[in-house]
């Protein structure tokens, strides 16, 4: 796995050097010391990982990685002083398309190793294998359901979607995005200020509720009980990325006996691919995004080549889609 480090302090930069000398499989592709110096380096020289820094002259991290995930795309980690102090900073740099973010570390460090180690796994994610199907039964008590999962470059495309949605709408949402549990609180803040819908955190226990969204907020699997409640599971350990979109989708799969869209949108990897599948085998309407919306054509690919997706959709025609099928659903205006 080639890696390259953009930070404008050289004692940071020969830390993570020597943390990266560690492993065997990680090479340094190259360095840079400030936002604008990565951009053209990553130009010429795509690597696997960029770990970026925040706060750089010239050009900080967060216009950095707009700027490479729309002309060389690559998977980017934001390193810090202070995640929390720059959360806000952090939380639209993967607007963009950063996939985490993580304190600058001291030498030896456990934790960068884990989160990189979290996304070699999702870079050369394979197919998870398929669970057993149970019939679909529907009921016309329960509310129409849409999951949606997202990774790289999801918060922004969410936005899209969701800021389509009016207040009252009669489905209930529920999102699981790729992200780090300390950031889900501020996320949520962040979107709940841009959309009509009301958007809250799951808990353990919250049921799907019309015109209302729950977002995955830990760094355990959300997923749906045979009572149509939600919890969080530790299990399965395997998995790329915690909260799993698969794990999501493969037990709202077997649970959920109403009406349902399962919707896939940009990421790296193949997370959700194999739920969208079963979803859709249960008979619901699913959707990936497009190849030329994406950020990056990752999950929605796979879902596409397992032929998961009823349709495959640039993202500002998905929430029209959506609405159309409830209004035939639920016969009424929406």
Not at 20 to 41: F, N, Q
Not at 185 to 208: C, D, K
């Amino acid at each position: 796995m080639r890696i390259a480090i953009v930070n404008d302090m050289g004692m940071v930069v020969e830390a993570l050097r020597r943390i990266l000398a560690t492993i065997p499989d990680y090479d340094l592709a190259w360095v840079a010391y400030d936002g604008e110096e990565a951009v053209s380096k990553c130009a010429v020289d795509t690597p696997d990982l960029i770990l970026m820094d925040v706060l750089m002259p010239c050009m900080d991290g967060v216009e950095a990685t707009r700027q490479i995930m729309s002309q060389s795309p690559c998977a980017i980690m934001m390193v810090t002083a202070s995640v929390n102090r720059y959360a806000g900073n952090i939380l639209e740099a993967m607007t963009y398309g950063a996939l985490d973010a993580i304190n600058t570390p001291a030498e030896g460090s456990v934790d960068l190793l884990k989160k990189i180690g979290t996304i070699a796994k999702l870079i050369n994610a394979s197919s998870q294998g398929r669970t057993v199907k149970k019939p679909r039964i529907y009921q016309k008590t329960l509310p129409p359901l849409i999951v949606i999962g997202a990774s790289t470059g999801g918060p922004q495309t969410l936005v899209k979607i969701l800021s389509q949605f009016p207040q009252d709408f009669p489905a209930a949402v529920v999102i699981v995005q790729h992200l780090d549990a300390q950031f889900a609180p501020g996320f949520a803040v962040w979107l709940n200020e841009q959309i009509p819908m009301s958007l809250e955190i799951a808990n353990t226990g919250s049921t799907p509720q019309p015109g209302k969204i729950l977002l995955a907020g830990t760094n355990h699997h959300l997923v749906m009980g045979s009572n149509l409640s939600f919890d969080y599971d530790e299990q399965p350990s395997n998995c790329a990325y915690r909260p799993s979109i698969d794990v999501l989708f493969k037990t709202v799969a077997n649970h959920w006996t109403g009406k349902g869209i399962g919707v896939l949108l940009t990421g790296m990897g193949r997370d959700g691919a194999q739920g969208l599948k079963l979803l859709r085998e249960a008979g619901w309407h699913t959707i990936a995004q497009n190849r030329e919306t994406c950020a990056v054509y990752g999950m929605p690919k796979a879902a596409v080549e397992l032929k998961a997706a009823v349709e495959v959709l640039p993202v500002d025609a998905i929430a029209p889609v959506c609405t159309k099928i409830l209004r035939m659903s639920v016969n009424r205006p929406i």
